[in-house]
């Protein structure tokens, strides 16, 4: 089995209460679908880990590339997305990736990028 990193992208104007779904109700749905998405993650054995992610407003940047690190505020690239969220997964190929990156993207009504890790790690 190899792994898989897949991330969710979101515009970075989203509303700080119901992100960029329309409503609160739209919002509990694809939080619900989401949910009912990792169970069967879970089940079927492709779960390693998940997780959402805070407004990249709230993002550290930290260089310590030279002396004392310096960290400063924000995302490190201004972009009209943002990281919204990850699965870290477990397929035996990068079609069954594929395959559980567009259930991923129904569940969560947004964008999934799929890459494989390299093995150095």
Request: hydrophobic fraction near 40%; include cysteine.
């Amino acid at each position: 089995m190899s792994q898989f990193l897949m991330t969710v992208h979101g515009p970075a104007d989203l509303d700080p209460t119901i992100g960029s779904y329309g409503s609160q109700a739209d919002w509990d749905e694809a939080f619900a679908a989401t949910e009912r998405y990792n169970e069967q993650l879970r089940a079927d054995g492709h779960w390693v880990f998940a997780g959402g992610l805070e407004s990249a407003s709230n993002a550290r940047v930290v260089d310590g590339q030279e002396g004392a690190p310096v960290v400063t505020d924000g995302p490190y690239l201004e972009s009209k997305e943002y990281l919204a969220g990850f699965w870290i997964i477990e397929a035996a190929d990068l079609d069954t990736a594929l395959g559980l990156a567009a259930e991923a993207s129904a569940a969560c009504r947004g964008k999934v990028e799929v890459r494989a890790f390299d093995g150095l790690g």
